[in-house]
């Protein structure tokens, strides 16, 4: 990690400003004001205009979300549409099993791959290793760049596969696919994601040797929990602290408020702020893991509870390496349906999906009329779930730093926010932010 630089001047007035801030997607402002040696207020406010895509989905024929929705995000379409499937295969009455539900597991497997490589790599670690971009960094860490290109290729090719294309796939319909893969086509992967599962163990304890600020802090983790696997598609909804519902329950535990410094809603649990993601599903789920994921995490220095932001890229590069596992093993028992969806008719009523986004839980809820016209819909994606946790730890960060000089300060902050990846489109390419000493 960048070293610290102590401020000759805590306790006088002060501003620092960043104007952009890169290494992560979409736009925001963060305002941190201090006074009199002490941190009044800390914002995280997201700016851009809102793109009104549940009002987009209205009047739309049921088949017609995952398509749509996918356009969200172009680091974790999988996600929009695993979400839609499955709220609108709940309004439907139907669920996908079997053979039809393995593969979606594993183009979702494609997505974390792809999407944990990108943020460990290219936007995270070099705020470890005290480089501006990764462009910097790779100069004197070129074989650490390079296995972070190989892993996100890997993973783009498990969602060009599976997906028809790697960007906004088009082959996910409701019910299943459009068409599925040639077993010999699968088995043409293994290879390369066998080396992506070494490469990803050795990301594991290349992260895992960083230097981490101490910053433990008492989170409430949510995230889904499934009985037999590691939680990407399925399961139920379950906290730190004792929540356990169903999908369909979600609206009835958390709440969404509009703040006029963000574009983006703000979620709570019960009034209570509450963290999504990478750190929330290994504190809830560890034992799901594969062996060889525990195995690593504790190599690689993580406890069995995880409560400090900053080590979230070694708990990312652990659910790494347990996607490359869990693809191997799905490709390994794959045999080719008889048909590639199974039928999806329409009827009345109101379905929910959630699933985990390489960020955090994906919530989908759409009504639909007797038709199969789409008459409301909700999503709520991760980012606007941890806005509230950004907000506290920067406070919170702040408060216990500010002896750093007006650099060294704003460098953390920053890294802060990436801690969390924050897909602000749906991550932050350009964020102002200031600090302001009174």
């Known amino acids: 990690m960048k070293k610290a630089e ?56 049921y088949t017609e979300p995952p398509d749509i929705t996918a356009r969200i995000c172009g680091i974790c379409p999988v996600a929009y549409q695993m979400s839609a499937c499955h709220a609108i295969e709940s309004a439907c009455g139907v669920r996908v099993e079997g053979v039809l539900r393995d593969l979606r597991r594993l183009l979702y497997c494609g997505e974390w791959i792809q999407s944990h490589a990108l943020h460990i790599f290219m936007l995270h670690a070099p705020d470890f290793l005290g480089y501006q971009s990764s462009f910097h960094m790779a100069a004197d860490y070129p074989d650490a760049v390079n296995r972070g290109l190989r892993l996100k290729k890997a993973g783009n090719s498990l969602l060009a596969l599976l997906g028809g294309r790697a960007v906004h ?3 996910v319909r409701v019910g299943g696919f459009y068409r599925v893969p040639d077993p010999k086509d699968l088995k043409g992967l293994a290879g390369e994601l066998e080396w992506a599962r070494d490469a990803a163990l050795e990301t594991v304890h290349w992260t895992g040797a960083f230097d981490f600020p101490s910053f433990d802090q008492g989170y409430e983790f949510v995230s889904l929990c499934h009985p037999e696997e590691y939680p990407m598609n399925e399961g139920r909804l379950v906290s730190s602290k004792g929540l356990d519902v169903s999908p369909d329950r979600y609206e009835a535990h958390f709440s969404e408020q509009h703040l006029p410094h963000s574009t983006a809603l703000h979620s709570t649990l019960e009034g209570r702020v509450y963290v999504t993601g990478p750190l929330a599903r290994y504190n809830l789920n560890f034992e799901k893991l594969s062996p060889a994921a525990r195995t690593a995490a504790r190599e690689a220095g993580l406890d069995r509870v995880v409560s400090n932001p900053f080590r979230s890229i070694v708990v990312r590069s652990v659910e790494m390496l347990h996607a490359c596992e869990e693809a ?74 500010l002896g750093m000089c007006d650099e060294s300060l704003k460098w953390h902050c920053e890294q802060a926010i990436r801690n969390y990846d924050p897909c602000i489109s749906c991550a932050t390419h350009h964020l102002d932010l200031r600090i302001e000493r009174e």
């Open 328 to 401: 191997l093993r799905l490709i390994a028992g794959y045999e080719m349906p008889e048909v590639p969806c199974i039928s999806v008719s329409p009827r009345e009523g109101t379905g929910y999906g959630c699933t985990e986004a390489p960020r955090g839980i994906l919530y989908h809820r759409y009504t639909l009329d007797r038709a199969g016209f789409v008459t409301d819909a909700n999503i709520v994606p991760p980012t606007s779930q941890n806005q509230k946790a950004v907000e506290r730890d920067l406070f919170r960060f702040a408060a216990q730093s």
């Open 169 to 171: 796939p088009v082959n």
């Open 6 to 61: 102590v401020c000759g001047r805590p306790g006088k007035s002060r501003t620092v400003k960043v104007n952009a801030l890169a290494r992560v997607e979409g736009e925001g402002a963060m305002v941190v004001k201090i006074r009199e040696g002490k941190v009044a207020e800390a914002k995280f406010g997201i700016f851009e205009p809102p793109r009104f895509f549940e009002a987009l989905l209205r009047g739309r024929s």
